[in-house]
């Protein structure tokens, strides 16, 4: 397939505005968008392109490095690299409360949990602060690696106090939580204040997630209250950036002005 991208090279007008590299990326994520190239297909190399394009092989490598930055190709050095397209990200929309069984649900993919942790643990400063607990209170403490279609994408690690969640460990683990706690629980989660942090992944973040040390991660924090804003959980979530596209949906409301805030490190 990658043979015949060829044969429907576009024609590169230098103009301002548009210069040669994103119109050379365009026509790339088009071609993956149209099914002319798939995940995982290698592209022509970089001298077929550049001679095909008309263009220096400078201007092809600014516009593969920028879709390589997007997430949308992987270079791989050696006789045997080059450039390929990448796996799809799965998008998950933070919008509204719905957990990670339920995002993959949406995409059309078969959610996974591998329970590493389930313990009750004494909450620290950090979790009794976001819990409003004392500290030292017991909490039961969950670590799981969710998977989509078997392969590892996020790390999950939750606090639950026990005192509104006494048997909590007793029950199957490797489902939804949420639809666990609504199940069997009065209180639940109903609201959430969530966190967004850009990290790289730890030695044991990456051996849990199937991935080498320094792979791009976001950190999601999160603390979900019940209907009546009592505190329930306190989690954060490592997601594979390479995988995963985190998703936010806002609407314009005039009679509201947005706000950032400072928040200082936990």
Not at 54 to 83: C, D, K, N, Q, Y
Not at 85 to 107: H, S, W, Y
Not at 159 to 177: I, M, Q, W
Not at 250 to 264: F, G, I, K, R, W
Request: charged residues 25%; aromatic residues 4%; contains cysteine.
């Amino acid at each position: 397939m990658t043979r015949n991208l060829l044969d429907r090279i576009p024609a590169v007008v230098r103009r301002q505005g548009s210069p040669a590299h994103a119109q050379i990326e365009q026509w790339l994520v088009d071609s993956i968008a149209n099914g002319e190239l798939s995940a995982g297909d290698r592209l022509p190399s970089e001298r077929e392109l550049s001679a095909a394009l008309g263009v220096s092989r400078m201007t092809l490598r600014h516009a593969l490095g920028g879709l390589e930055r997007r997430g949308v190709l992987i270079r791989l050095p050696g006789r045997a690299g080059g450039a390929f397209v990448a796996e799809p990200k799965i998008d998950c929309d933070l919008t509204g409360l719905a957990g990670f069984t339920e995002q993959m649900r949406r995409a059309h993919l078969q959610a996974g949990a591998n329970v590493l942790r389930a313990q009750t643990v004494e909450a620290t400063p950090t979790v009794a602060a976001s819990l409003r607990i004392p500290a030292g209170s017991p909490v039961h403490e969950i670590v799981r690696v969710r998977s989509a279609d078997r392969v590892a994408l996020a790390l999950e690690r939750s606090f639950f106090p026990t005192e509104h969640f006494p048997d909590l460990l007793e029950h199957r683990l490797t489902g939804s939580l949420y639809r666990l706690l609504e199940k069997h629980y009065v209180h639940q989660p109903h609201t959430a204040t969530e966190f967004l942090e850009p990290v790289t992944a730890t030695a044991e973040d990456a051996a849990a997630l199937e991935i080498e040390p320094g792979t791009p991660l976001m950190r999601v924090e999160r603390t979900a209250h019940s209907v009546a804003g009592m505190p329930v959980e306190f989690a954060h979530d490592l997601y594979r950036a390479d995988r995963v596209r985190l998703m936010i949906r806002t609407e314009v409301n005039a009679d509201t002005t947005p706000s950032l805030q400072a928040v200082p490190p936990a």
